[in-house]
């Protein structure tokens, strides 16, 4: 279109614009910005001719100009810039924090000839002196820790606590002026909210992120290593979020950037169903390692199983609501021994 014609229907649509705005004494919206266009269109084909009303409705539809303003366009991009933008924010706030475990434990094979497991994990720091917080079983009968930190550093790390109940252990590196993760409150998050898990994922990509939300809280389930070792783990949040082996220990964060998770376990028969411990229960270990110079849980020592209508109708049991006391199996004691309740007395 030639340069004298589009100054001209620039003039005629900023006129129509103001004296639209005028009459309403108000801004025009986008719509009614799109209804002036065609109106334009309108008495430009009956003045010019169908040739020129053409060529306008290309020109306008070609630069989106109506007033000066792209309409569609800025409707587009606020959309787009709203549902992205906190979790590329808090994924930038939380992945200096996140570190990649690697562990090497001695063992025996099937002919008596001694090899080295390898295995892999993921954690985030606590303190800017290289305390980090991980899973225990990430760092379980491991001889050797390396700890790399997401600036691509190597470093020796040192089991220093590990959860008598729950799957914590903290691990700690030589290193100052680390970037600390901001825990956030696990009891406050609800089934829906959007979170991302950051990880080592199968131990070989170094902070991957995945999107999902809070499927459920308070979920049982038992966990297994995949070696025969099998432990129950309670209250656990589900989220949608892909977990994949070698995630376990790393952060679940809100779309705040803050830690409400640690990513500890995936069910193998389910789809993109994965297990985070609430980062609450982390906090007490975290706070009493501090205070006490290890992981103090107080406990009853008692071995039970929560009775509901289900557990009793398949045991012959008449009661539904309590606690049954059992040992794990025929072997398995119900009290532990030293523990305060054998103490008490049976």
Not at 160 to 165: F, R, S, Y
Not at 296 to 324: C, H, Q
């Amino acid at each position: 279109m030639p340069e004298e014609k589009e100054d001209l229907i620039d003039e005629i649509v900023d006129g129509i614009g103001e004296t639209v705005k005028l009459s309403q004494k108000s801004p025009v919206n986008p719509r009614k910005k799109v209804i002036i266009a065609f109106v334009v269109f309108l008495l430009i084909g009956g003045i010019g001719g169908a040739g020129f009303s053409t060529a306008l409705m290309v020109y306008l539809l070609k630069t989106g100009r109506i007033n000066g303003e792209k309409v569609t366009n800025n409707i587009t991009e606020k959309v787009t810039l709203d549902e992205g933008s906190g979790v590329i924010d808090a994924v930038k706030k939380v992945s200096p924090s996140v570190v990649s475990i690697s562990t090497a434990t001695k063992a025996v094979d099937f002919f008596g000839r001694a090899t080295e497991q390898k295995g892999g994990g993921t954690g985030f720091v606590v303190t800017n002196d290289g305390l980090i917080l991980t899973n225990k079983h990430v760092v379980a009968g491991a001889g050797k820790l390396t700890v790399v930190t997401a600036d691509g550093k190597d470093y020796e790390g040192k089991t220093v606590a590990t959860d008598p109940l729950f799957d914590f252990a903290l691990v700690k590196i030589e290193a100052k002026g680390l970037t600390v993760a901001e825990l956030g409150d696990s009891d406050a998050l609800e089934m829906g909210q959007r979170v991302v898990a950051i990880g080592n994922a199968l131990g070989e990509y170094q902070n991957s992120v995945t999107v999902g939300v809070i499927s459920a809280r308070s979920r049982a389930i038992t966990a297994s290593d995949g070696f025969g070792s099998a432990s129950r783990l309670e209250g656990l949040l589900q989220t949608d979020a892909p977990i994949n082996p070698g995630n376990s220990g790393g952060p679940l964060i809100n779309v705040k950037g803050q830690v409400i998770g640690i990513n500890t376990a995936v069910d193998a028969q389910g789809n993109s169903i994965g297990f985070a411990i609430p980062i609450n229960s982390g906090k007490v270990a975290l706070n009493s390692y501090l205070k006490n110079g290890r992981i103090v849980r107080s406990f009853m020592g008692v071995r039970y199983v929560n009775i509901t209508k289900e557990f009793a109708a398949l045991n012959n049991i008449d009661v539904t609501s309590g606690a049954l006391i059992v040992g794990e199996g025929k072997n398995s004691l119900a009290i532990s021994i030293g523990s305060p309740a054998d103490k008490a007395g049976r």
